[in-house]
């Protein structure tokens, strides 16, 4: 049994293949996000093409998009959040990393994926950079000049903060 790309654990041929190939629709936005990675893993560029809402496909690079997709190695999908995209929704968003490799090098690409229904399919319509969350101390930052927390009596430049 080959298992999807898309991380669900179920065989390709039962998961997001029929979905590429045409045989069935998807019936949420997760699964149509599911399926777009399966389709950069097998180098499917016709699906990611054709899954794009008709009025976001201005500057689509069929080329581009299938030389990078056949130049990764995709190692899997991590689905962070969903907000809506529910069978009886007509929009909705799907928060994922993508994990992937190129020239032995790894990289991810985290994203905020929006879906739209049109006509009662689902479409991609865009996608964003989730927003950079700010990191908050617990405590008070330590100053180089500072004792070094660790007790050692010692400047904290001459102690942990080597």
Known sequence: ????????GIAYADC?????????APETAEKLMRARYSAYANVETDF???????????????KQTRDWAAKSDWEGLEIVNTE???KDDASGTVEFIAHYAVKDKKNSHHEIA???KHDGVWYFTDGAAPAVKQFV???????????????????????CGK
């Open 16 to 24: 997001c293949e029929p979905v590429i190939k045409g045989v069935t």
């Open 137 to 159: 101390r617990a405590e008070p930052k330590v100053g180089r000049n500072d004792p070094c927390p660790c007790n050692s009596g010692k400047k904290y430049k001459k102690c």
């Open 48 to 62: 990611l093409f054709s899954t794009l809402h008709p009025d976001h496909r201005d500057g689509f690079d069929e």
């Open 84 to 86: 809506n995209g529910g």
């Open 114 to 116: 929006s879906f739209m």
């Open 1 to 8: 049994m080959n298992n999807c790309p898309c991380g669900s």
